[in-house]
């Protein structure tokens, strides 16, 4: 089994700084791309930012340029620096990667169970 463990949501004022970590654990073989999501009350999920196996990033939206998303390999986690954070930032953020668990299997997409970021003055 694969389990996606979140952590460093919380609350922070306007302008401030937060950073989220994802942990992968269980069996794994490899994974390839990373990404985090996030969903705001009223509105549907979307996506923040992902990372590559080769290390290529994307950002769509508002993130870019505020957000940087990293990963290291070796202890099969991701992280997704925030700065610059806007009340509309405010949501649960989602971790999510592509898995395989042997050699042999396709990968599959595995979810954390969500971190809330609150910005609010």
């Known amino acids: 089994q694969v389990e996606l463990v979140e952590s460093g949501g919380g609350l922070v004022q306007p302008g401030g700084s937060l950073r989220l970590s994802c942990a992968a654990s269980?069996?794994?073989?490899?994974?390839?791309?990373m990404a985090w999501y996030r969903r705001a009350p009223g509105r549907l999920r979307e996506l923040v930012a992902h990372?590559?196996?080769?290390?290529?990033?994307y950002y769509p939206g508002s993130a870019r340029g505020r957000f940087s998303i990293s990963r290291e390999d070796a202890k099969n986690t991701v992280t997704l620096q925030m700065n610059s954070l806007k009340p509309d930032d405010t949501a649960v953020y989602y971790c999510?990667?592509?898995?395989?668990?042997?050699?042999?299997?396709?990968?599959?997409?595995?979810w954390g169970q969500g971190t809330q970021v609150t910005v609010s003055s």
């Open positions: 269980g069996t794994i073989f490899s994974i390839n791309t």
């Open positions: 999510n990667a592509d898995i395989a668990q042997h050699d042999s299997d396709k990968f599959q997409s595995y």
């Open positions: 990372i590559t196996k080769s290390g290529s990033t």
